[in-house]
Structure formats: C-alpha cells, structure tokens
C-alpha cells in the first residue's frame, strides 16, 4: 500500500497549501504531524513516501514558525 504519489495526484499536499494560503502555516503542519505517525506505521519510517511526509512536516513547520516571528510587533513582543 502506498500514499498517492504527489506528481499523480496534486490533493496529496493540496489541503496544507490551502490552509497556509488562507493564513494558516500552522495547520498546514499540523496536518502533516497528524499523517507522519500513520505513515510510518503502515509504510515504514524509511519508506520513500514517509520521507516525503517528514520533509513537508519540516518545511510546514520552518514556515508556521516564520509566520510566527512576522506577525511579532515591532517591539519583538507578542500580544497577549
């Protein structure tokens, strides 16, 4: 069994892109937080598709926590 290849198939990351263009990067992650545990229990942690399901939960988050950072005031304080 095997995840739909991301070439084949563009619903695979589609649901993370729409989230972070509607301003949420750090659903976007936490989708692929979610889906990293399944993958590696039905796919195996080495399998090429986990893989891909790693580095996107990598570049989901770098990007959850860029938006972070810019949405920080001038200050570098956040709101309470």
């Known amino acids: 069994m095997s995840l739909p290849d ?3 198939d563009p ?3 589609a649901f993370a892109l729409i989230l972070h263009r509607a301003g949420d990067a750090a659903a976007a992650r936490d989708q692929f937080a979610a ?3 399944v993958t590696e229990r039905v796919l195996g942690a ?3 598709d986990t893989l891909d ?3 996107s939960l ?3 988050t770098s990007r ?3 938006d972070s950072r810019n949405r920080r005031p001038a200050g570098g304080q956040l709101d309470s």
Request: proline content about 14%; hydrophobic content about 40%; glycine content about 4%.
């Open 6 to 8: 991301r070439g084949s």
């Open 11 to 13: 619903l695979y990351p």
């Open 35 to 37: 889906l990293l545990p």
């Open 46 to 48: 080495e399998h090429p």
């Open 53 to 55: 399901v790693r580095a």
């Open 58 to 60: 990598a570049r989901w």
């Open 64 to 66: 959850a926590d860029d």
